[in-house]
């Protein structure tokens, strides 16, 4: 069988594409790294990696192991965090959510599971946009709440709480702000406010005209100062201020908030808080 060890070397020398950065990142000499990933496509029967005196490219069939390779290591570590959780003198729930959303349904969450017989001590966690669902999937929290279409939920246990349309959020002066309601079309096509660039998970950028934003606090900044535009939920609304304008935006994406789990999970308390989810 694959060693776990074999595909941490082959995803460095699959991310680096060159042996001796890859084995500096392991913190090894590059010989032994070299003669693994051969006994790795020995161990296969397959060749992952084409070389040449220039440059290492990954064949077909290395890109699905660095595929794979990415899913079952993080699925590893997800498991060490959560066993040394559970044997915690006082285990608890680590609770994942996107700062400044679903701010409304996560104070009523909170509250009505402290109110229950059986709670713990709920852990809340609040990232950047993608990181609650990076914090779910490498096992650093227990239970999140995703924003489809915006993360990604295949492989978890899900439950929808609440779908909403969104909305274009502008400056309050700008002279589109009265309008009833505006297309994705003419959002797009907004002369000088551009539509924000958010980080992707590895952190970088897309290419774009719009100003790279990490947080909420930046994005409704930026487009107080007339330097952007954005498209979000609804719910957001209550979180602006009089200097912003507030457009429907009907053919939009609806959003659905979800409250999403490992599907191994077998712990009571992600249950009870799951089910105080749906009950609200």
Known sequence: MVE????RYFVAVAEELHFGRAAQRLSMAQPPLSRAIQQLERRLGVVLLQRSSR??????AGSVLLREARLALEAVEAAERRTRRAAADRPGVVLAAKAGASSELLSKLLDAYAAEPCAVAVEVVLGGPGEPERLLRNGSADVALLHRPYDTTAGFDTEDLHTEQQVVVLPAGHPLANRHHMSMAEVNALTGLPLPRWPRPDGSYPDGPGPQVRDHTQL???????RACAVMPESLRAQLRDDHAIVPVPDAPAVTTVIAWPPHSRSKSIADLVRTAIRL
């Open 220 to 226: 409704t900044q930026l487009i107080t100062l007339g």
């Open 55 to 60: 440059a290492i490219t990954l064949t077909a």
């Open 4 to 7: 776990t060890r074999e595909l």
